[in-house]
């Protein structure tokens, strides 16, 4: 079982980057794809998710409009697409896979990856 992130690096504020999760190892139809991100001195917090049936779930407002994710599970790969960043967004980000529905708590996801950096310099 493999999750493996890519796509982090430095951008400036108001620039994109989108985030890759390829998954090997398990039936990725079958499991919901949950990123999740954390800042140096702060909690993993949730960022966003999208289901095994492709319903997108988004937790907390302020990425609500900037940040979208979405799935090919023919690649077996999930994406975050983040738009209009800001030196807030700035933090490791993680994925991770659980069966079926999103959850906002981290702990019940079964696989994660090793995260991928994202730098926005103000």
């Known amino acids: 079982v493999q999750l493996v992130e890519s796509g982090g690096g430095l951008v400036q504020a108001g620039g994109s980057l989108r985030l890759s999760c390829a998954a090997s190892?398990?039936?990725?139809?079958?499991?919901?794809i949950g990123w999740f991100r954390q800042a140096p001195g702060k909690e993993r917090e949730g960022v966003a998710c999208?289901?095994?049936?492709?319903?997108?779930?988004y937790y907390a407002d302020s990425m609500k409009g900037r940040f979208t994710a979405f799935r090919d599970d023919a690649r077996k790969t999930a994406f975050l697409q983040m738009d209009n960043l800001k030196p807030d967004d700035t933090a490791i980000y993680y994925c991770?896979?659980?069966?079926?529905?999103?959850?906002?708590?981290?702990?019940?996801?079964?696989?994660w990856g090793q995260g991928t950096q994202v730098t926005v310099s103000s």
């Open positions: 190892g398990f039936s990725f139809g079958a499991y919901a």
């Open positions: 991770g896979a659980v069966e079926r529905w999103c959850y906002s708590d981290s702990n019940v996801y079964n696989f």
């Open positions: 999208v289901s095994s049936s492709g319903k997108i779930g």
